[in-house]
C-alpha cells in the first residue's frame, strides 16, 4: 500500500509562514489534497491537485509538489490556523492519507 | 450540499455496527461515499468507497471481509455496516465525498461523523 509520510508536529509564529511537508514515493506522479482538522470537528478540504484552494479558503493557503515531497504553505499564519492537517492522495484505487501534522501557531 | 450521519452508537465485543449517511443538494450518483475513521488520538484511516451509482465498492486491505457498504440511491443513503467489533473499532467514522468524474478533486463535503464506542 501506498504510504505517506508528515512530521508529527511543526510550530509556527502568528504572521510568520508555515510549512507541512507530505513525502511519498514519486509523489509528483500523484495530486494531493490537503484537509485542515480542529479538534471536534469534521475535515475540511483546503487544497486540492497539488495547489488549488476550495471557494472559501483563505489565499495564504498554498501548495506545491515536486519529487517525493508535496508542501502545504500557510503564509501570513493566522492563531485560527492552528489545527491538524493531512495530505492525501489517490493511489489507484486506494485513498490513502498521510499521518498528519499539528500545527501549533505560538 | 450535506451529508447527515446517523447517531453515536455502543456496541459489544463481537457485534455488528451499522451507519447511515444521507446526501442532499447534490446528485447522489455522481460521487463515491468514503468512509474514514479516526480513533482516539489518532489520524484520518480510510476505509473505503462506494459507487452509489454502480454499487461497486473497494476497501482498505485491513478492513476487508469485514466491512459492507451500501446505498438506497431512491433516499440518497449510504451505509457502512462493520462486524466483528473489538475495541480497537472504537473511533469517530465519518462519510465523506468526492466526485467520480475526476480523482483529482480530493474531498470536498464530509458528513459530521458518527461516534462508535465498542465495549464490554
Known amino acids: 500500500s501506498y504510504e505517506l509520510t508528515q512530521p508529527p508536529s511543526v510550530s509556527v509564529s502568528p504572521g510568520q509562514t508555515a510549512s507541512v511537508t507530505c513525502s511519498g514515493d514519486?509523489?509528483?506522479?500523484?495530486?494531493v489534497s490537503w484537509y485542515q482538522q480542529k479538534p471536534g470537528q469534521s475535515p475540511v478540504l483546503v487544497l486540492y491537485?497539488?495547489?488549488k484552494r476550495p471557494s472559501g479558503i483563505p489565499e495564504r493557503f498554498s501548495g506545491s509538489n515536486s519529487g517525493n515531497t508535496a508542501t502545504l504553505t500557510i503564509s501570513g499564519t493566522q492563531t485560527t490556523d492552528e489545527a491538524d492537517y493531512y495530505c492525501?492522495?489517490?493511489?489507484?484505487?486506494?485513498?490513502?492519507f498521510g499521518g498528519g501534522t499539528k500545527l501549533t501557531v505560538v | 450540499v450535506q451529508l447527515v450521519q446517523s447517531g453515536a452508537e455502543v456496541k459489544k465485543p463481537g457485534a455488528s455496527v451499522k451507519v447511515s449517511c444521507k446526501a442532499s443538494?447534490?446528485?447522489?450518483?455522481?460521487?463515491?461515499i468514503h468512509w474514514v475513521r479516526q480513533a482516539p488520538g489518532q489520524g484520518l484511516d480510510w476505509m473505503g468507497w462506494?459507487?452509489?451509482?454502480?454499487?461497486?465498492?473497494n476497501f482498505a486491505q485491513k478492513f476487508q471481509g469485514r466491512v459492507t457498504m451500501t446505498r438506497d440511491t431512491s433516499i440518497t443513503t449510504a451505509y457502512m455496516e462493520l462486524s466483528r467489533l473489538t475495541s480497537d473499532d472504537t473511533a469517530v467514522y465519518y462519510c465523506?465525498?468526492?466526485?467520480?468524474?475526476?480523482?483529482?478533486?480530493?474531498?470536498?463535503?464530509w458528513g459530521q461523523g458518527t461516534t462508535v464506542f465498542v465495549s464490554s
Open positions: 462506494l459507487n452509489p451509482n454502480s454499487g461497486r465498492t
Open positions: 514519486k509523489l509528483s506522479d500523484k495530486f
Open positions: 443538494e447534490y446528485t447522489f450518483t455522481d460521487y463515491y
Open positions: 492525501q492522495v489517490w493511489d489507484s484505487t486506494t485513498l490513502p
Open positions: 465523506a465525498r468526492s466526485v467520480i468524474a475526476d480523482s483529482s478533486y480530493g474531498v470536498d463535503v
Open positions: 491537485q497539488d495547489g
